[in-house]
C-alpha cells in the first residue's frame, strides 16, 4: 500500500510539474512571439517607408519627364488651326497621350479652365479653382512656379487608381498628365530596375523587392538577379507586401536572424525543469526566470543589431560620396553611445545645381529614437525635395512629425542648402547646436544666428532661412551635441570654446582637414573628445559633418570649365595639387602643365610665408586651351618683376634663382601677375593643340 501511494503521490507530483512546465513554456513561447511580432513590424515598416521615398522619387521624375515633353508638344500644336477645335484638338491629344504612355493629357490656362484634353467630353467642364478632391491640389500651380505629383490614388471622379503630375506654363496655367497603374509601371520600370541593389535586410537571404504586376523582379538585392518570377520565400522568413506606387514591394527579413532558436529554448527549459524537480521547486522558478531573461536579452541583442544594421544602411558610410562634383567636398561620421543612435545626418544632390547637407539628433536614445530618425529623415528629404523654399519645406516637414506623435519626441536639425555655383549657403537652424565657420583667411567662429523651434514639438511654427557666402576653401563645421557635452571624471564638459580652440590648433599646426574619402580633421577632432572623457563610454552620440566649398567647378562662362580647390602650403599640398591636375585634365601639354606647377606652387611653399594656396583650372575653347590661376596669401612678389639669368654666361657666373620662372615664361602662351585684397594672384594661360 505505501509503495503504490508512493508511486500515486509521484505520478501526481510529476503531473503538476509537467503541467506546470508546460504553462510555463506555453507563457514563453507567447511573450516572445508577441515581442518578436511587434519589434520585427516595426523594422518592416521602417524599411517600407524608406525605400517609398526612393521609388516616389524617381516615379516622379519620370511622369514629370513625359508632362515636360507635353508642355513642349503643347507650344508646338497652338501653331496649328485645328487646336482650337474640341474635336480635333481632343484627337489628337489622345494620339499624344498613347505616344507617351499616359491615359490622360489635360491644359488648363491662367484661370484655371480646362481647356483641352484628351477626353473631349471634360473639355470646359473642369475648374480646377472651384473643384474638389484631387484636382483641387493643382490649382496651386495657377500662383505657383514649380511641378507638383500626387501619388497613386483612386481618382475622385471615376474611382480607378491613377496618378497625376502636373508642370506650370511660363505665360499662366499649366499641363497634366495621368497614369493609371498599368501605365506607371511601364513607364517607370526602368527607373526602378536595381533600385534596391545591396538592400539586405538581416543577412544576404533578406532583402527589397520591387517587382511587377505579374511577379517579375525588377530589382533584386543582389545584382544580376532581376528577371526571376517572385516566390514566397515560406515560413522560414518575415514577408509582407505593399503597393508603392502600383509596384509590388515585398520586404523579407530570415526568421533563423531575427529569432531567437524555439527547439533549442524549449529544449534547454525542460532540462532545466527537470533538474528543479530533482534539487527543489523553488529552484525551478528561480532557473526558468532567469534563463528566460537571458534569452529575451539575446534576442533583443540581436535585433539591436539589426536595426543599427538598418540604420546605418539609410545613412551615407561611403566617401566621397559625389566623386564626380569637384566644387565641394563632404565627410561626415558618427558614433552612437548605444548600439542605435538617434544623430543622424544626410547629404544629397539636386537636379538644380544645389546640394542639400544637415545634420540632426532625436530626443532619448535606443530604439524609439532610431524609429523616430527614420521617420524624420524621410520627411525632411520629402518636403525638402518638394522644390519649396528651404524655410516653407522646414515648416512642411515640422506639420509631419508633429502629426500623431504620441511619445511627444522631437529633433534637433540644421539644414543647409549650397549653391554650388555662387558658394551662397541658405540654411535652417531648427533648435540645432550653431556650426562652425572655418573661413581661410579667418579663425574659426560660431555662425550664432536666430534658431528656430526643434521639429515635432509643436505644428503650425514658420521657420527663417538664413543666408551664408562661401569664398572657395572656406568649411562648415557641423555637429550634435554628444561632441560638446562630453564630461570628463569631474563633470567638466568638453564645450564649444574647446571645440573651437581644437579646430583652430589642429589646422594651424598643419593638420588637414579633408581629403578625398576622409577627413583627418574630423577623426582628431573625435579622439580629443575621447581622450576628454578618459576613455568612458560616449555620454551621447556624437555626429559630425564637415563641407568645403572648392569654387565653380564646370560652370564657367560660354564655352569654359572651371574646377577650383585649396590647398595647405606644404610640399604635400604641392603633390595634392598635381593630383587634383590629373583629375581634371587628360591633353598633350599635360607634362608642361605639371612642370609649371610645381614650379609655381613650390615657390609659394619654400619662400611666400603662405598658409595655403588656391588652383583654379579653366578648360576653354581656343585660342587658350588651359588656364592656371594661382592664388595665396603670402608676401606680395610678382615673378614677371624677376630679370631673366643670362644664359650666355657660364653656370658658375650666373646669380642663382630665376631659371625656373625664365622656364614658365617660355612655356606659357600669356602670364599676367596682380595683388588683390592682400592675395598674389598669378594667371597663366596656354595655347589648345588641336
Known sequence: ????????????????????????????WMLHEKMTSREIQNIINNVFNDVAVDIRERVDARMFRQ??????????????????????????????????????????????????SARREEVGALDFTTAEGQAREFASLLTDRYELAQPLLPNTLRGEMIKYVGVWMPEGGFVQVGGREKSVR???????????????????????????????IISHPVAGREGGQWKDPGEDSYCEKRIIEGFPVYVVIPKRTAVVERRLLVATSAFLNGMALVLASILVGIVIASYVKDQLALQRSKEMSMAKSIQESAIPRVFPLFPEELRMDVFATMHTARDVGGDFYDLYLTGSGHFIFMIADVSGKGIPAALFMMRAKATIKGAVQTGLP???????????????????????????????????????????????????????????????????????????AHKLALAPGDMLYLYTDGITEQPDMRGELFGEERLRFSIETMLASGGVALERGDSPLLRALFRAVSAHGGGAELADDCTQLLLRYNGDGGVGGAGCRRFARSFLAVQ?????????????????????IHVILDEIAS???????????????????????????????????????????????????????GLGIMMVKKMASSISYRCAGGRNILTIDLVNKK
Open 1 to 28: 500500500m505505501k509503495s503504490m501511494a508512493q508511486r500515486k503521490l509521484a505520478r501526481r507530483l510529476v503531473g503538476a510539474v509537467s503541467i506546470a512546465f508546460l504553462a510555463s513554456m506555453a507563457l514563453t
Open 67 to 116: 508632362a515636360m515633353v507635353l508642355r513642349d508638344k503643347v507650344y508646338e500644336m497652338r501653331e496649328n488651326d485645328w487646336w482650337n477645335d474640341p474635336d480635333e484638338s481632343s484627337r489628337r491629344l489622345r494620339i499624344l497621350a498613347d505616344e507617351l504612355g499616359v491615359d490622360e493629357i489635360c491644359v488648363v490656362n491662367a484661370d484655371g479652365l480646362l481647356t483641352h
Open 186 to 216: 511601364n513607364l517607370a520600370r526602368s527607373a526602378l530596375t536595381g533600385l534596391t541593389h545591396g538592400w539586405h535586410v538581416s543577412g544576404d537571404d533578406g532583402g527589397i523587392f520591387i517587382a511587377t504586376d505579374n511577379g517579375t
Open 390 to 464: 528651404l524655410a516653407e519645406a522646414v515648416a512642411e516637414a515640422n506639420d509631419a512629425l508633429s502629426r500623431d506623435n504620441d511619445a511627444n519626441m522631437f529633433v534637433t536639425a540644421w539644414i543647409g542648402e549650397l549653391d554650388l555655383a555662387a558658394g551662397v549657403v541658405t540654411y535652417v537652424n531648427a533648435g540645432h547646436n550653431p556650426p562652425v565657420l572655418v573661413a581661410r583667411n579667418s579663425a574659426p567662429a560660431f555662425i550664432r544666428s536666430r534658431s528656430g523651434m526643434m521639429l515635432g514639438a509643436m505644428g503650425g511654427l514658420p521657420y527663417t
Open 572 to 592: 604635400k599640398g604641392v603633390a595634392d595639387a598635381s593630383a587634383f591636375i590629373d583629375e581634371i585634365i587628360e591633353t598633350a601639354d599635360s607634362p608642361k
Open 603 to 657: 615657390n609659394i611653399v619654400k619662400h611666400s610665408g603662405a598658409t595655403g594656396f588656391d588652383l583654379a583650372v579653366e578648360l576653354l575653347d581656343s585660342p587658350a586651351g588651359v588656364r592656371l590661376v594661382f592664388t595665396d596669401d603670402g608676401k606680395p612678389y610678382d615673378p614677371l618683376a624677376h630679370t631673366d639669368p643670362d644664359t650666355t654666361l657660364p653656370a658658375e657666373e650666373r646669380p642663382i634663382g
